[in-house]
């Protein structure tokens, strides 16, 4: 079965620093990754999707890579702000019905220390 | 002002009993999920619906039920054969797997 996983479950950095966070999968290459934000007792907020055909994608001061070879994504936050603190899951789909299902991660609590 | 509405925030069940949790949406969107947090646990899926009077079991089914009466609503029963029913439950809404939306969350735990 597909499995993912996000390396660190916690990142502490410096503000102004940038935060890069990994997310791994086994298994066949899903044709769409995601990165969603979710805040303490909140639901998780859509950041970023990256394509299979797509190296590289940018928001504002967010970037994700996706390395299909690597089976691996980085999602970059560049110049990053107290604000920024929250946790990070990625999530990519599977076949399974007739639009598919996601699976997500377990997410990476950043922290960015003023 | 669009989204997808979760109630209540926090609910508490005794044993033995059935507890309903709502979802509703205005987004007109066609798929539905029901996912379930555990501290320190992935989103795992309970149920999903990809249109009126039809749904799915995801991975965690068992104890659980569902309907889909209207495309806007999505409730979960939370029934008594799951044991283990604390947890955080996310419902979500999407025109596909693509860019979910999720609602704020029902916190859900056992007297």
């Known amino acids: 079965s597909q499995k993912i996983e996000q390396n660190s479950e916690a990142l502490n950095i410096q503000e102004g620093k940038t935060a890069t966070l990994t997310c791994n999968y086994t298994?066949?290459?899903?044709?769409?990754l995601q990165w969603y934000r979710q805040d303490p007792g909140r639901g998780p907020v859509f950041l970023l999707l990256?394509?299979?055909?797509?190296k590289e994608k940018r928001k504002e001061r967010l970037k994700v890579t996706f390395d299909t070879t690597l089976k691996q994504s980085l999602f970059h936050i560049t110049a990053s702000q107290p604000a920024d603190s929250a946790t990070y899951l990625c999530?990519?789909?599977?076949?399974?019905?007739?639009?598919?299902?996601?699976?997500f991660g377990k997410g990476t609590k950043l922290s960015v220390k003023p | 002002d669009g989204g997808i509405t979760q109630s209540p925030k926090y609910l508490f069940r005794k044993e033995g009993q059935n507890v309903t949790l709502s979802c509703e949406q205005n987004?007109?969107?066609?798929?539905m999920y029901w996912y379930r947090q555990d501290p320190g646990q992935g989103l795992r899926l309970i149920y999903y619906?990809?249109?009126?009077?039809?749904?799915q079991k995801g991975d965690i089914a068992e104890g659980y039920s569902v309907s889909r009466e209207k495309k806007e609503s999505f409730p979960l029963t939370v029934t008594s054969a799951q044991k283990n029913p604390t947890a955080f439950y996310l419902c979500?809404?999407?025109?596909?797997?693509?860019?979910?939306?999720f609602g704020s969350g029902t916190q859900l735990s056992v007297l």
């Open positions: 979500a809404s999407g025109t596909g797997v693509r860019k979910l939306f």
């Open positions: 999530a990519l789909d599977i076949p399974r019905g007739s639009q598919g299902n996601l699976i």
């Open positions: 619906s990809q249109i009126v009077n039809d749904f």
């Open positions: 298994n066949y290459s899903p044709a769409y």
């Open positions: 987004l007109n969107h066609d798929a």
């Open positions: 990256i394509r299979e055909n797509e």
